[in-house]
C-alpha cells in the first residue's frame, strides 16, 4: 500500500531523540537516572520482585521492561474513564471538513506537529489534545492513537526534563515561568491529559516501555516540584482545583512510591481548606466568575470520586462532603430556567461551558456525592425525578445575587441581578447592577463571557456607564455588600448600590418583579459634587438580532419565530435617544448566535431611567399600549388588555415603590421596605494575598533544592 506525504510526514514529526544514557545507574530522564528512579520505589511490594530482581543486578534495561509490565498489568490501582469522554467525543464539529469534535480537533494536532507550530503547554492547558485521542481510540483501536499520545508525553519530558534552573522562580500565570511549569498547567497534565492518555493506552504496543518509564520519573518529579512549593508560590485561586487533582492523582497512581502517602494527605487537606477558605458561605467563589467557581468545585469532587473508585474514602476529613455542599447548593440557587447557567463574570464559550458549568451536568454530578438532595435531582432532571425545591427566588448575601424566578418549571421567568463586588483575580467583570434575563425559559438578556477585568465593561453587560465608565463597587473584601432584597409570593425587590467613595460616580438599581411576568427596573445615577452635565448609557444586551423599535411607545421588541420575546418599554423616554445596534464583538456566551445592543443615551446632571421588562409568549406582541409620567414621580402604563399600573416612586434613589393594578388581579404592593441587608459575617477571611496564617492547614514548606 503507497503510503501518502502527509502521512509521512506526520510520521517523521513523531521521531523522538534517544534518551541521554548516564555513565552509570542506566538512562537519565526527568532528571532521574534509572537508578535513582527505582531507589524511589518500594521493590518490596508484591508484584515487583521482578524489577527488584533486576535492578539488584543492575540491569537497567530489563528493570525497565519489568517496570513497564508491572504498570500494564498490576490490579492495586483501579483504572477508570475519564469523566466527559463520551459526552464530548460525539459532539458534531464546527468545521465541515470533520462530522465530529474529536476528528477535528486531532486532524488539528497533526497538522501542528507536522509544521511544528505544536507547543506541550496548549496540550497541558487544554486537554483536548488527548480527550480527542481517546475518543477516536475507543472508536476505531488504532495504535496511531496511542502512539501520537506518547509522542505527547515524551515530547513534554525531552523540553522540559525538569524545572531546576527555574526553582526560585515564583511559578504563577505573573510571568516568570515558562507556561508549561506554571501551576495549573501541572494538574491538568498530571491529573488529566497523562493519567487519561496511561488509563487507556497503556497496553497498546505504541505506548511504549520507554513511554511508561518516561512518564513514571517525570510524574514522580512533577510531583515534588509541586509539593515543594512555598504556599505564596502556589496559586490559591480557581487553579488549586486542577493542581491538587494533579498531585492526589499522582499519589493514587503511583501507589508503590513512599512519598505517595502525603501528597494525596497534602492535595486533601488543600481542598478540604479551600471550600472554606475560597468560598463564602453562600457558595459564591471568590473571583465572582460562575465558570471559574466550577473549575475549582470541580476539583473539589474529582479528588473524592478517584478516592472512591481507589476506596481511599478513610483518607478524607468526616466532613469533607458536607463542608463542600454549598457549593452545590449555590449552583442549584442560581440555575435559569433553560438549566445552563447564570454566568456572571469571566467565562468560555458554549463548547466548554457545556460539559464544565452547565447546571444540569454540574447537579448530576453533584448527585453522586449527595444522593439525598432530591431538590438537585429535580433540577438537574428538569422536574422529572426528585423534589421541587423549597424556595423560589433567592438572595445571596454574600455574592450580592438577587435571582427573581416565576418558578422552577423550565418555561419559567427569570432575572439576575449582580449586586455585589467586581471579584477578585482576571476574571472578575466589570458589571456592577447588570442584569440577565430569560423569558419564558428563553435566555434574551444575556451576561457576557468574554474579556478579562478592566476589559469587560458596561457595554459588555446590562446596566449603565457614566461618562463612558461604569459606576464601581467597593471591592474591599472586608466590607459589606449594599444591598437590599425583598421575597413574597405575589412579589420580589432588589436593590444594589455602587458607591465607592464621595465623589465617584454612583448607580443605584431597583428591580421589583410582579410575579410572574412584569419587571420594573428604576434606574438612578449621579456624580457628586458635579453639578454639571454627564452622559449617562443604559444598555441592554439582546441575544438576538431580531429586534425592533416600537415608534408608539419607543419599546424595543424582539421578533423571533416560534420562540418566547421580550419588550423593553422605557416609562419616560422624552430626552434618552434609544438605538438598536450591531454587536460587531459578538460578545454573547453563545458564540455562533448574533446579538443586538440597546442603547438609551442622555446628558443630564443626573439619572432617572424607568423601564418595564415584559417577557412574551411565543407568538405574542408587545401588550403595551401607553405610558406615561405625571407630576410627584408617577408612571402610568396601559395595557392591551385593559389592565393599568400606577407606579409611584418615594423621593430620593432608595424611596420606596407603590404598584396599583386596576383590572387583572387588582394587586397594592409596597416595596422597598427593608433596610440594607449586611452580612453579620463578610469578607474578612479573604486576603489580597495568601500567608499560611490564612490557610492554616498548608503550612509554608521550605524550598529544597532538586536531587
Known amino acids: 500500500m503507497r503510503t501518502s506525504p502527509v502521512t509521512l510526514l506526520i510520521a517523521a514529526a513523531l521521531i523522538i531523540a534517544l534518551p541521554a544514557v548516564a555513565d552509570d545507574g542506566g538512562t537519565k530522564e526527568a532528571g532521574l537516572t534509572d537508578q535513582q528512579f527505582f531507589a524511589r520505589v518500594d521493590l518490596s511490594l508484591p508484584g515487583l520482585s521482578k524489577v527488584q530482581e533486576t535492578v539488584s543486578r543492575s540491569d537497567w534495561p530489563q528493570a525497565r521492561k519489568a517496570w513497564a509490565d508491572y504498570l500494564r498489568n498490576r490490579d492495586n490501582v483501579k483504572h477508570f474513564e475519564a469523566r466527559f469522554v463520551k459526552d464530548r467525543g460525539p459532539r458534531k464539529s464546527k468545521l465541515p471538513r470533520y462530522p465530529t469534535w474529536a476528528e477535528s480537533r486531532v486532524a488539528n494536532l497533526n497538522e501542528r506537529i507536522k509544521d511544528g507550530t505544536f507547543e506541550p503547554h496548549f ?37 522540559f526534563p ?55 520519573k517525570s510524574l514522580i518529579q512533577q510531583a515534588k516540584y509541586y509539593s515543594s512549593l512555598s504556599l505564596t508560590q502556589r496559586d490559591t485561586s480557581n487553579w488549586m482545583g486542577a493542581e491538587m487533582v494533579g498531585l492526589y492523582t499522582i499519589g493514587g497512581m503511583f501507589p508503590e512510591c513512599p512519598e505517595s502517602a502525603m501528597w494525596r494527605k ?79 463574570g469571566q467565562g468560555h464559550s458554549e463548547e466548554a461551558s457545556h460539559y464544565l458549568a452547565f447546571t444540569d451536568n454540574l447537579l448530576l454530578r453533584a448527585l453522586e456525592n449527595y444522593p439525598h438532595r432530591d431538590d438537585f435531582r429535580y433540577v438537574a432532571t428538569r422536574g422529572k425525578e426528585g423534589k421541587t425545591p423549597d424556595f423560589s427566588s433567592v438572595y445571596l448575601p454574600y455574592g450580592g445575587i438577587c435571582i427573581m424566578r416565576s418558578g422552577w418549571d423550565t418555561s419559567a421567568n427569570y432575572l439576575a441581578l449582580d449586586a455585589g463586588p467586581d471579584g477578585r483575580a482576571s476574571h472578575a467583570h466589570d458589571d456592577a447592577n447588570s442584569v440577565a434575563l430569560w423569558a419564558y425559559g428563553h435566555p434574551l438578556l444575556y451576561d457576557s463571557l468574554h474579556g478579562r477585568k478592566n476589559l469587560g465593561g458596561a457595554k459588555d453587560h446590562s446596566t449603565v456607564f457614566i461618562d463612558g465608565k461604569t459606576a464601581k463597587r467597593n471591592n474591599n473584601y472586608g466590607s459589606p455588600i449594599d444591598a437590599s432584597w425583598e421575597s413574597t ?29 412584569l419587571f420594573f427596573v428604576i434606574d438612578d445615577a449621579n456624580v457628586p459634587g458635579t453639578p454639571t452635565t ?10 438576538t438580532d431580531q429586534v425592533e423599535i416600537d415608534p408608539d411607545t419607543m419599546a424595543v421588541v424582539t421578533r423571533e419565530d416560534g420562540k418566547p420575546n421580550l419588550a423593553i418599554v422605557p416609562l419616560a423616554s422624552e430626552g434618552f435617544e434609544t438605538q438598536v445596534l450591531p454587536d460587531p464583538e459578538n460578545r454573547s456566551y453563545f458564540k455562533n448566535i448574533p446579538a443586538r445592543l440597546v442603547t438609551h443615551r442622555t446628558e443630564s446632571e443626573t439619572l432617572r431611567h424607568v423601564t418595564l421588562l415584559v417577557p ?21 402604563v396601559r395595557f392591551t388588555d385593559g389592565r393599568q399600573f400606577r407606579l409611584k416612586i418615594e423621593p430620593g434613589d432608595h424611596g420606596r415603590i407603590h404598584v396599583e393594578e386596576k383590572g387583572g388581579a387588582g394587586r397594592s404592593v409596597v416595596a422597598g421596605n427593608s433596610p440594607s441587608l449586611l452580612p453579620t459575617e463578610v469578607f474578612t477571611r479573604i486576603r489580597q494575598t495568601a500567608s499560611p496564617e490564612d490557610y492554616v492547614r498548608l503550612r509554608s514548606r521550605e524550598r529544597k533544592q532538586p536531587e
Open 162 to 216: 525538569y524545572p531546576s534552573e527555574l526553582w526560585d522562580v515564583t511559578p504563577d500565570h505573573k510571568g516568570g515561568t515558562p507556561e508549561p511549569w506554571t501551576t495549573l498547567n501541572f494538574g491538568l497534565r498530571t491529573g488529566y491529559s497523562w493519567w487519561n492518555s496511561y488509563v487507556t493506552f497503556r497496553k497498546d504496543p505504541e505506548f511504549t516501555d520507554d513511554t511508561l518509564v518516561i512518564m513514571s
Open 123 to 159: 496540550q497541558a492547558r487544554y486537554d483536548g489534545d488527548t480527550l480527542g485521542l481517546i475518543t477516536l481510540y475507543a472508536q476505531s483501536q488504532d495504535s496511531k492513537h496511542a502512539k501520537t499520545a506518547a509522542w505527547l508525553i515524551r515530547d513534554f519530558v525531552e523540553r
Open 534 to 543: 454627564h452622559q449617562y448609557d443604559l444598555y441592554w444586551n439582546l441575544l
Open 266 to 344: 497534602f492535595a486533601i487537606e488543600a481542598l478540604y481548606e479551600f471550600t472554606d477558605w475560597r468560598y463564602l458561605p453562600d457558595g459564591t467563589f471568590f473571583e465572582f466568575s460562575f465558570w471559574y467557581s466550577h473549575l475549582g468545585f470541580n476539583g473539589v469532587q474529582e479528588i473524592y470520586e478517584r478516592a472512591r473508585e481507589w476506596g481511599r474514602h478513610d483518607e478524607f476529613p468526616e466532613d469533607y462532603l458536607k463542608r463542600a455542599e454549598k457549593l452545590a447548593d449555590f449552583t442549584m440557587k442560581l440555575c435559569p430556567p433553560d438549566r445552563t447557567g447564570y454566568f456572571y
Open 489 to 517: 409570593p405575589e412579589y420580589d425587590f432588589a436593590c444594589g448600590v455602587s458607591r465607592v467613595g464621595d465623589r465617584n460616580p454612583v448607580h443605584v438599581r431597583r428591580v421589583l418583579f410582579l410575579k410572574p411576568d
Open 616 to 636: 412574551l409568549k411565543p407568538g405574542a406582541t408587545n401588550p403595551v399600549e401607553t405610558v406615561s409620567i405625571g407630576d410627584g414621580n408617577v408612571y402610568s
